[in-house]
């Protein structure tokens, strides 16, 4: 019995050499990778996915802690996402975006029906990125204002104005390709920028530090507001009581467009259909991907409100990209909004991540001196692991790399060496598998941290 099938249809063995040769020689030779010094990554060759585990063309098993890059919601190989593609190939495999297409109009009528009231229309891109440029680009016109803000420990993508308002490293040779952008900083009770005794005060301050930046800007200079509701790869930053009503009552005050930055947050990962859902907070727009069809097709969008629609009812909007609203990547949208009501995708993300991630990772802070903080929403969590608890010295300096970084190396190898796949960012190893994840499984896989962490503990000066 075969253990996979390559590309030509044949099917192989786990542990054929030649078959992984062959892969990583052509990886080497003509794939260029992002974010990346190209001789000096060795990427692993994968040779199947299904469900929540991942193997290599050696045969070795991963379970996927990080959904890949936060995307894969329903997991490898979901029979009915596959499905999908297969039917929608079968009748119409591509179609422009000019004609009227029924996955398409079907997938983005769920999307305004699951969105914000008052969301009228739904805008398809290609990816977040391109969705975060396009929700810009449509407040710009809207308003008839220039600037945006975003804010620092923010990843927005890496396309023009995406890449400017990002507010973390991977910016920084980029240069200023959008010099309308305006930086500013968001709550963070555990590393506060604010002196703040609680999350509370955290948000009271953040928000008056975001009215300051406002107004040496020019409140009518500005057109948006865009935050990811929930940051991703920079923290999981879940937003302290009364940050995100706060930051809209200070948009509604100046004529300024707020846009939520969904595209990891979205569609379930943190037990919502939209993460600002949990948060008492109406958008103006809102930017998807990832898990809106677990990225079996690339798929983005843009969730507009009716009163910017209205700006284009009788104006043209000025873009538009050939494969807005691709066929099969709306049916496995569309796929993707049945297979969450059938399989109580979000009330099994609330339940895994209040009954089971929650109460494990209070008793790993317990027992581990290198766990700084912990915290997160849903299936969507991060330790802040530290050198010291009493400073909150983090366990590598900011932005590190090379010899600078080998203690948080070593606690990712110990979990890749135990079979696990893990989400790693900065300090921080963060929780997000797919949400089609079993209790056993998720169990499994802190395990696995768990004992990851007497690697990070061996860094630490503190006591459990």
């Known amino acids: 019995m075969s253990d996979y099938t390559d590309l030509t249809g044949t099917e192989r063995s786990f542990g054929d050499a030649e078959a992984e040769q062959a892969v990583r020689q052509n990886d080497r030779q003509y ?14 060759p994968v040779a199947k996915g299904e469900g929540v585990r991942f193997w290599d063309y050696e045969g070795n098993e991963y379970l996927d802690f990080s959904s890949q890059l936060v995307n894969l919601n329903l997991g490898h190989q979901h029979p009915g996402l596959v499905q999908a593609i297969q039917d929608q190939a079968a009748r119409l495999a591509t179609i422009q975006p000019a004609v009227a297409n029924d996955v398409r109009g079907e997938l983005a009528k769920r999307i305004v029906e699951h969105s914000f009231e008052g969301a ?41 104005t995406a890449i400017t308002m990002t507010g973390e490293p991977r910016r920084w040779a980029n240069g200023v390709i959008d010099a309308n952008v305006v930086h500013f900083e968001g709550p963070y009770a555990y590393r506060s920028a604010f002196h703040a005794d609680s999350p509370e005060q955290e948000a009271e301050r953040a928000l008056e530090h975001l009215e300051r930046t406002i107004q040496f800007e020019g409140p009518e200079t500005i057109a948006a507001i865009v935050l990811e509701t929930v940051t991703g790869t920079n923290g999981v930053l879940v937003p302290p009581p009364g940050y995100l009503p706060g930051v809209r009552e200070i948009c509604d005050r100046h004529g300024i467009l707020l846009i939520c930055d969904e595209v990891m947050v979205g569609f379930g990962r943190i037990g919502e259909w939209f993460a600002y859902q949990a948060f008492d907070v109406r958008p103006d727009l809102v930017t998807f991907a990832k898990g809106v069809n ?20 009788q104006r043209p909007f000025p873009g538009g990209l050939t494969y807005s609203g691709h066929p099969l990547a709306c049916a496995t949208g569309v796929a993707t909004f049945d297979i969450f009501e059938r399989e109580g995708i979000l009330e099994r993300v609330r339940d895994l ?31 802040d692991l530290v050198k010291d608890r009493e400073t909150r010295e983090p366990l590598i300096p900011f932005n590190a790399s ?23 960012a900065g300090n921080r190893l963060q929780i997000a598998p797919p949400l089609v994840i079993s209790e056993a499984d998720l169990i499994a896989g802190l395990d696995i941290i768990d004992a990851a962490l007497d690697v990070a503990d061996e860094y630490s000066t503190s006591r459990a």
């Open 31 to 44: 794939v260029f990778h992002s974010w990346s010094s190209q001789g000096a990554i060795n990427p692993l």
């Open 294 to 313: 677990s990225g079996y097709v690339p798929i983005g969008g843009v969730v507009i409100s009716e009163d910017i629609h209205r700006t284009f009812e």
């Open 120 to 160: 009228r229309s739904v805008f398809f891109t290609n990816g977040g990125a391109d969705a975060n440029e396009y929700a810009v680009r449509m407040a710009r016109q809207h308003t008839g204002r220039q600037k945006v803000m975003a804010r620092y420990r923010s990843y927005h993508g890496s396309t023009a």
């Open 402 to 424: 090379g010899e600078a970084a080998a203690p948080f190396t070593a606690v990712v190898n110990a979990c890749k060496a135990a079979g696990l796949w893990p989400f790693a």
């Open 353 to 383: 991540g209040s009954r089971v991630i929650e109460p494990r990772l209070a008793e790993m802070a317990a027992k581990h001196p290198s766990i700084g903080e912990y915290r997160g929403r849903g299936l969507f969590w991060a330790l």
